[in-house]
């Protein structure tokens, strides 16, 4: 990679090859032309008319009367939290789990996903779960889209869960009855469930959004989202063999993680492409490769968690003796703990701290600069494909095929970049400053509404004891125990980061999730308690503990270039999540378990509504509503 900023030049920091100043400075610059004043008021819903981009291809609706019934606990979401939680249930002798979607069957963003090219980006022998479990090995290290939601049906299948299920549904209210001690919850079909228990495990990315392009709604050609692939126009699957595409004309607005890997098979198929870019993605190397069968022969019981375990222990900082996945996550941990939290070198002073992060960010950032220019063979094209970013302003891509498509005679890059993104659309045409490019089909890669899904954003209203609704409870901020459980709302689990934890393998948060609901839930069936609601000590205590171990990363933030990570450039604070991290976390929860769970449950003796009143636990006694 050539170019002023990586010679060297005058700083203490001669021998680094690259000169810190300049970079901040073109980092500064290319943020600054893309931040917007409209912020995330730049997309628009995929409602109203522009509501069939959000409509489900795959499975075809049925009518269906309305359920008046009851079941012992209701799951909301049936991606892959909400299939653990109901499994581990299952182990634990609940019998009845009830599964609700949105969708015409499970798997989550595996589900609406099925864009050509669709890969997991985490290795699937630690991202797919219950492998032992169910006996499946996956075909390959990062296995395709469709592999992993036929593992989800698996999952399903194997744990019995859709002996009872409401696909097609989407929960709209839930109302806690003190008197029978359970919920009552209202659908978009008319359903008014009774559960004793609700988990809400809606996920935070998935509704697709569009972007506010002036005359978007004139283009007279074919349009839709990735998460809702239109197979009737492309022809082919998730695999490619994109026939319809032959002759036509595609535009892709968007170069995000599911931009890398949908471009390159529309690339191979269509007779002219488009893409539409305003930010360059990172693109590392992807090395996917079939599973070997004398590695998949030799692994011995556990070998899942284990592995699990250590991709986790690395990301989170913690000392290991082994890397046992070595990929690109695995490479650059501390990087990552400037979003995803974490246990931070305290040995340096954080100041010397983060000279040393930046420094490691600014090599890795040019190690991924210099590989565009080594495989994209126009310079001007090259140039316009190199992100100038710290690594983990966006979600950091890799792919072995995404540069190279930019090589094919059929495909253009268009840089948006200086005009905000696509400046306008016409009845034919995508239009970019004053230059117009004809198309006959536009295809947004334009991402998802961040945290829409669930009871935490308000879209699903969820009212407590007393008809308190949970965001007037949390008008000063969030209020959890641990991210599970708010008091004032009996028996109703969260999954998600909030309050909890994170990490790019999701699907092991998710996976500690479920087992600490299910061991919430199995203590209480145990002792004949009628909820499950922390005191409000506890609760003021997690929200204590959290603020004094937060981390803030607003300068990072600030500095980023917009994105959904960052608000599109106006959010800053902390993280959400417990700072010091996952693995932590975990560890603390399963401490909790051991000694401390009692804190949380109210026991009655079942029967009659007073009974909790009298058979409270001196812990909850104190603070309970
Ligand atoms: P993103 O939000 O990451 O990307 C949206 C893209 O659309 C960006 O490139 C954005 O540009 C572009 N864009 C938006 N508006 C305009 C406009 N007006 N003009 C031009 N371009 C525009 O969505 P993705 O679907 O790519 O990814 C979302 C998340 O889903 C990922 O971060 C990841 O968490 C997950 N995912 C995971 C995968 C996996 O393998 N595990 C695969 C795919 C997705 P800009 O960057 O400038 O805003």
Known sequence: MKGPILTNTTTDDLDLGFDPDALREKYRQERDRRIRPDGTAQYRRTHGEFGYCAKDPYTPWGERAPRTDTVEVLVIGAGFGGLLTAAKLRDAGVASVRLMDEAGDVGGTWYWNRYPGIHCDIESYLYMPLLEETGYMPQWRYA?????????????????????????????????????????????????????????????????????????????????????WDYGYTGGDAEGGMTGLADKRVAVVGTGATGLQAIPEIAADAA????????????????????????????????????????????????????????????????????????????????????????????????????????????????????????????????????????????????????????????????????????????????????????????????????????????????????????????????????????????????EQAQHISAMVSAARERGARYVEPTREAEQRWCDTLQDVAVDNSEFLAECTPGYYNGEGTRTGASTSYAPGPVAFHQLLADWREDSMDEVLVIGTGGSPSDHEVARSDFVGQGAA
């Open 272 to 511: 002219q492409l488009y893409v539409f870019q305003r930010t360059p993605s990172s693109v590392d190397v992807r090395d996917n490769r079939p599973t070997d069968p004398e590695w998949a022969a030799s692994l011995q019981p556990g070998w899942q968690r284990e592995l699990m375990e250590n991709f986790l222990a690395i990301l989170s900082g913690e000392e290991v003796e082994e890397d046992l996945v070595q990929d690109g996550w695995t490479a650059t941990p501390a990087l990552q703990r400037k979003m995803i939290t974490g246990r931070l070198d305290t040995s340096l002073d954080p100041a010397e701290r983060e000279r040393r992060d930046e420094i490691a960010d600014f090599a890795v950032m040019n190690r991924i600069r210099s590989r565009v220019g080594d495989v994209v063979e126009d310079p001007a094209t090259a140039e316009a494909l190199m992100p100038w970013y710290r690594y983990m302003c966006k979600r950091p891509g890799f792919s072995d095929l995404y540069l190279q498509a930019f090589n094919r005679d059929n495909v253009t890059l268009v840089d948006t970049a200086d005009h905000g993104g696509v400046t306008r659309m016409t009845q034919n045409a995508v239009v970019v400053g004053s230059d117009e490019y004809e198309v006959d089909c536009v295809i947004f890669a334009t991402g998802f509404e961040t945290g829409v899904s669930g009871v935490v954003s308000g879209t699903l209203p969820a009212h407590g004891r007393d008809g308190i609704a949970l965001l007037e409870a949390w008008s000063r901020g969030p209020r959890t125990l641990h991210g599970f459980t708010s008091h004032g709302f009996p028996n109703l689990f969260h999954l998600g980061s909030l309050q909890n934890a994170n990490s790019v393998n999701f699907v092991h948060i998710l996976t």
């Open 144 to 228: 395709p889209g469709e592999e992993i939601r036929r593992h989800a049906v698996r999952i399903a299948e194997q744990y019995d869960l859709y002996r009872d299920t409401a696909f097609h549904t989407r929960a709209t209210e839930l109302r806690w009855d003190e008197e029978q001690a359970h919920w009552l919850v209202r659908t978009d079909r008319g359903d008014e469930m009774h559960a004793r228990y609700v988990v809400v495990s809606s996920g935070t990315l998935s509704q697709p959004k569009l972007p506010g392009i002036p005359g978007i709604e004139e283009f007279q050609g074919h349009t839709f989202h990735t998460s809702r």
